[in-house]
């Protein structure tokens, strides 16, 4: 007889893929195609038009990032290893929001301040944002970690019948 105890999954692994996700539909995709600007920078006028361009960027990153999730867990069932997941998945995120910036529009407004002060704050606004996602990130998957390890010292939390399955060889 043949005991199979389901894995749970690492949740400080998911927390850090979600972090990693959310970080790179959030902050990333969004400062590749429209970068922020110093503040008083652009047109007022053109302002609507701009934060709808931002959002439009986010869902699509978004909604790529849930599919490519999907595909990965579809993938992990049929026995596919983690390398080819990985390829898969990256090619299906990368490959049509490649297209999606190629056929969004550029930013609306010229830019008159001098690049260095630009570049200083394009980088220190993506270097915040991707601090902010890392501590989160992280922060959750100590706290989600720390959770499944109280739960499995507790002695009064033994496997139920949903958990164990028995095989005959």
């Known amino acids: 007889m043949q005991r ?9 692994r998911r927390a ?3 972090g990693a996700v959310l970080a790179g ?16 920078v652009g047109d007022l006028e053109t302002l609507a038009e701009r934060q709808l361009l ?9 909604s790529w990032g849930l599919a490519a ?3 990965s867990s579809g993938l992990h069932r049929y ?3 983690e390398a080819r997941r990985v390829v898969a998945v990256v090619a299906l995120v990368v490959v049509p929001m490649g297209l999606a910036f190629a056929v969004l529009p550029g930013a609306p407004d ?9 570049w200083s704050f394009r980088l220190a606004s993506l ?3 991707l601090l902010l996602w890392t501590v989160i990130a992280l922060g959750f998957g100590l706290l989600a970690s720390e959770r499944v390890v109280a739960a499995t010292d507790d002695p009064t939390d033994a496997p139920n019948d949903d958990e164990v399955s028995t095989r005959s060889p």
């Open 4 to 12: 199979r105890i389901r894995s749970r999954p690492d949740p400080f």
């Open 16 to 18: 850090l893929v979600a």
């Open 25 to 40: 539909a959030m902050t990333v995709a969004p400062w590749l195609k429209y970068p922020p600007n110093p503040p008083a």
């Open 54 to 62: 931002y959002v439009m960027v986010i869902v699509l990153a978004a």
């Open 69 to 71: 999730a999907a595909l």
């Open 79 to 81: 026995g596919w290893s």
């Open 110 to 118: 010229p830019i008159t301040v001098p690049a260095n002060l630009l």
């Open 127 to 129: 270097s915040g944002n």
